[in-house]
């Protein structure tokens, strides 16, 4: 499985963060790996800067190999700004992918904030509302992005490689306090991370924050 961290700059923000996952078939290297991340940059820039605005810009893309912790890793560094015009809303104002899969399961259900969104007429319909066509263009836009870097355009050495969600616990054990004799459920962590296929993508219609301590959209 290969891990992609996209990093933005908005102004007054010091990091902002996109995780990607993909699982793929086969064996990569570092030259390889920095080859990707360059193409990352490029799809990122051919397909999805025209929706960020101006001061908001892709700074980095980092893959790492995730087989063993001397597995490969590539990086590319740069700056490529959005191109739309529009009113700066807050830095931490986002619009949210739903990355769908086949399984139900409790917890985080896997989620993509993009930042550097302009506030206008025609991106949001109230105080708190995106556009439907607001919405439906990012959807494209960001599927597009995603089928630019897989498939056959993956990372030498890679095959198949498609968005995944991995799920690092299954399952709990049941631990009693001694004390109190009050039981309580502790995940289980898997010794081998399973993953499901992001089988398609819905945006958030409400407005989503990557401020933890704001209340999150549903």
């Known amino acids: 499985m290969l891990r992609v961290l996209?990093?933005?700059?908005?102004?007054?923000?010091?990091?902002?963060?996109?995780?990607?996952?993909?699982?793929?078939?086969?064996?990569?290297?570092?030259?390889?790996?920095n080859t990707w991340a360059t193409a990352v940059s490029t799809a990122w820039g051919a397909n999805m800067k025209s929706q960020i605005l101006t001061n908001c810009s892709l700074t980095s893309v980092v893959v790492s190999d995730l087989s063993s912790s001397t597995a490969?890793?590539?990086?590319?560094?740069?700056?490529?700004?959005?191109?739309?015009a529009g009113t700066n809303g807050s830095p931490d104002v986002a619009l949210i992918i739903k990355n769908l899969i086949p399984s139900k399961y409790r917890g985080g259900h896997s989620r993509t904030y993009i930042p550097g969104y302009p506030l206008s007429n025609t991106t949001v319909s109230d105080s708190n509302i995106w556009t439907a066509a607001t919405a439906a263009t990012t959807v494209t836009d960001w599927?597009?992005?995603?089928?630019?870097?897989?498939?056959?355009?993956?990372?030498?050495?890679?095959?198949?490689?498609?968005?995944?969600?991995?799920h690092y616990y299954k399952g709990f054990t049941v631990v009693t306090n001694p004390l109190t004799g009050r039981a309580r459920n502790v995940p289980k962590l898997q010794t081998v991370p399973t993953?499901?296929?992001v089988s398609s993508r819905v945006a958030?219609?409400?407005?989503?924050?990557?401020?933890?301590?704001n209340h999150q959209s549903p």
């Open 6 to 33: 996209l990093t933005y700059s908005l102004p007054t923000v010091a990091t902002v963060l996109n995780r990607l996952f993909f699982q793929g078939t086969g064996s990569t290297t570092n030259s390889a790996l």
């Open 195 to 197: 993953f499901d296929l």
């Open 204 to 213: 958030n219609i409400i407005l989503g924050s990557q401020r933890r301590r």
């Open 143 to 166: 599927t597009a992005f995603i089928t630019a870097i897989t498939g056959g355009n993956g990372p030498t050495g890679y095959s198949g490689l498609a968005q995944a969600v991995p």
């Open 72 to 84: 490969p890793i590539g990086a590319w560094t740069g700056s490529i700004a959005g191109t739309s």
